[in-house]
């Protein structure tokens, strides 16, 4: 094959298509082949491979005009979250924040994310693939809110490239895997409101409002376990029954 290249290379350019492929098959008889239709076109299969290949733009990286493969930030972003599992990433609550706003305000119903990921202290997402948001190059991520097995491509979380490495880590496998997607008990879900509270995170509804004279002071909501008899077992409870309306507690925060 390294024979023909060469005579290719040394011929003079102008030549018909169909001039070429009798030139083509011409040489492969000269370097030895045989004159059959397989094993000629398993001489075109190869030098496909080999020449034209890598000049698609159906190919992970595209030539440069001198000659060189180059990676476009499509390619290199696609490749950032190839491999079995790489796609599921971690990222904080806060930084989903504005998105699970925006899903609330479009009807979607984020509830039960928004436990699991309270009580697992983060939240996940799964890259989808390269877009342009707002004329920015961006890592589009799913945010799969009824669970990690459904699809849902039209629920995405942006990322600017730029502060990708800064914002997601890898999750480490599945969040079905790893039992993230577990029901809470109540017990866990008031430990966790408890430190949203303390942190001031995103899942921080309000905290209860007293009025002295004319003066409005806010105040957090504590709530302490040894008010409640929690038992062992792993069901879950409606939070609301456990509360004493007398206590004037804001319901919202729940």
């Not at 023909?4 to 018909?16: L, R, T, V």
């Not at 000659?67 to 796609?87: C, I, N, P, Q, Y």
């Not at 004279?213 to 008010?227: H, I, K, L, R, S």
Request: proline letters at 4%.
């Amino acid at each position: 094959m390294t024979n023909i290249n060469q005579s290719i290379n040394s011929q003079e350019s102008g030549m018909s298509k169909e001039d070429l492929i009798k030139q083509l098959f011409a040489l492969h008889l000269e370097s030895g082949g045989e004159p059959k239709v397989t094993q000629f076109k398993s001489l075109i299969d190869g030098l496909i491979k080999t020449e034209i290949k890598s000049l698609c733009g159906g190919s992970r990286r595209a030539a440069t005009k001198d000659g060189s493969v180059a990676s476009t930030w499509r390619d290199e972003l696609k490749m950032k979250f190839s491999g079995r599992g790489a796609k599921w990433t971690k990222i904080s609550m806060d930084e989903l924040a504005p998105t699970l706003a925006q899903f609330d305000e479009e009807g979607v119903d984020t509830t039960s994310y928004r436990e699991w990921v309270a009580v697992a202290g983060h939240a996940w997402i799964r890259f989808s693939g390269p877009r342009l948001h707002n004329n920015v190059e961006s890592a589009a991520f799913e945010v799969r809110t009824t669970g990690s097995t459904n699809d849902q491509p039209r629920q995405l979380h942006y990322i600017d490239v730029a502060r990708l490495d800064d914002v997601v880590t890898p999750l480490g496998g599945t969040p079905h895997s790893m039992k993230l997607e577990v029901k809470p008990s109540t017990k866990e879900l008031l430990e966790a409101h408890a430190a949203s509270v303390a942190d001031a995170g995103i899942f921080d509804e309000g905290p209860e409002v007293t009025t002295t004279g004319e003066t409005t002071v806010t105040e957090p909501v504590v709530v302490e376990e040894e008010e409640y008899d929690f038992n062992d077992s792993e069901e879950s409870c409606d939070v609301m029954d456990l509360i004493d309306y007398d206590d004037e507690i804001n319901d919202d925060m729940f």
